[in-house]
């Protein structure tokens, strides 16, 4: 039988992984070829149920990629965020091994990869702007 993978590695039942080194590791497989050895300046990953109809949420994850495409933080290399949508969340280990109670859920990383915030839903603009901005600001100038 296979071993499990995470995030492009084999996981070894019963062995520690830091959650860092998961994070890290999940969002290098989905961006995948030359983008992966790329240094993200920050990393969102956004666990949402695209089965799931609500127009709020819906709203809100648009909101929340509008406000990462006002700074050039989505398409600029020098200014890249790694941004991961898990639109199936009850398949993903990361989510599950933490217990979320619902989704969706956002996880602000930095770039090795260490929580920086869970959010239990889409950050608004303010919120975005009261506690991301900073974090951007420090990493580039902007």
């Keep these: 039988m296979a071993e499990p993978v995470q995030g492009g590695m084999a996981v070894i039942p019963g062995t520690y992984v830091p959650l860092s080194r998961r994070l890290l590791e999940y969002g290098k497989a989905i961006y995948g070829g030359d983008r ?41 290399p020098s200014r890249c965020i790694g941004f991961v949508l898990e639109d199936e969340p009850a398949s993903n280990m990361i989510f599950n091994d933490l217990k979320f109670p619902m989704s969706p859920v956002t996880v602000f990383a930095d770039p090795e990869g260490r929580v920086l915030d869970i959010i ?3 950050p608004d603009g303010d919120w975005m702007d009261r506690y991301i901005l900073p974090i951007i600001q420090k990493e580039i100038n902007l």
Excluded: Q, T
Aim: glycine share 4%; net charge negative.
């Design 120 to 122: 239990y839903e889409f």
């Design 36 to 76: 992966c050895n790329r240094r993200f300046i920050l990393w969102v990953f956004a666990f949402y149920d695209a089965s799931d109809e609500c127009p709020v949420c819906k709203h809100a994850l648009s909101g929340m990629i509008d406000w990462f495409n006002k700074f050039g933080l989505v398409d600029n």
